[in-house]
């Protein structure tokens, strides 16, 4: 149960949305948009948020859905992540990373931006956007826009406030490039991981991203060009990749630094083995 009183728009365009937001600004209260809202809710329910409005994102067509065309798939910020598993086959890593996040309960209402843009560390559904250098359509005062992914959540930049993330739109050749993926976690499958490790080969190259090893999901350049340094043995690679992430291990109640560092080291091993063999 939620304690307190809101308000609660429904719009039925982006730009209804973004008007209702700065008017509601202008008033001195604080608003959120929301798409499947399991976060706002959960942390509403536990007093760590309190706004003043929702602004319920399902409404407007640009978030909802997918259109798989002849070169680009485009998702809408408000697709929940079993709509990703049970239709969009056309991004086979999308799909699989979106099958290891939470239940199957939670999956139906969990939202594409409820995940990338959540206040936890993890926010895997990111990683597959990463790896194909995806582009983010966002809207904000200045109108609506196309920007890179990669370059818009770079160290674990988060879209600024009153800014509303609508679609990703993602290269289908990129989509469907061979790919790894392995996440541990504590215990059961279905947890916060201590480390997930993804990875799409195209042209030869390797580019990994990483979640649960920062308090960020990233991927690094530095990195990527370490892991295709065939000069360096493959644990060699492994060990220089772990070098330079981009900050210090998390070290925490799920797992200490140290532990983090021998999963993920385990984990670059077999992922550099598998396009060894495959290559």
């Known amino acids: 149960m939620i304690s307190f009183d809101f308000l609660y728009f429904r719009p039925k365009s982006v730009h209804e949305a973004l008007q209702i937001y700065q008017d509601l600004s202008h008033e001195g209260l604080q ?34 859905g997918y259109r798989d065309e ?10 929940t992540l079993s709509n990703i598993t049970d239709e969009i086959n056309c991004f086979p890593l999308m799909q699989r990373i979106a099958k290891e996040i939470a239940t199957r309960n939670a999956r139906n209402k969990i939202s594409i931006a409820g995940n990338v843009l959540s206040s936890l560390n993890y926010r895997e559904a990111l990683l597959p956007f990463l790896l194909t250098d995806s582009v983010a359509v966002v809207a904000g005062p200045a109108g ?17 406030p009153g800014k509303l993330l609508v679609q990703f739109k993602t290269e289908k050749e990129r989509a469907g490039a061979n790919y790894f993926f392995k996440k541990k976690t504590k215990q059961s499958a279905v947890n916060y991981p201590i480390a997930t490790l993804c990875a799409m080969k195209r042209e030869g190259k390797i580019t990994a991203g990483f979640s649960g090893i920062c308090t960020f999901p990233f991927k ?36 200490s630094a140290g532990y983090r560092h021998f999963v993920l080291e385990q984990l670059l091993i077999e992922m550099l083995e598998h396009f060894e063999e495959v290559s």
């Open 220 to 255: 690094d350049a530095k990195i990527d060009r370490i892991l295709n340094d065939h000069a360096l043995t493959i644990s060699a690679r492994a060990e220089e990749a772990i070098a330079h992430l981009p900050e210090k291990m998390v070290n925490d109640f799920h797992a």
């Open 70 to 79: 002849a070169e680009w798939i485009t998702i809408g910020a408000a697709v």
């Open 31 to 64: 608003a959120v948009f929301y798409n499947g809202g399991t976060e706002i809710i959960s942390r509403a329910r536990a007093g760590e948020v309190q706004p003043d409005a929702v602004i319920d994102m399902k409404g407007i067509a640009d978030c909802q």
């Open 144 to 160: 609506i826009k196309e920007e890179n992914t990669a370059a818009l959540f770079a160290n674990g930049s988060r879209l600024e």
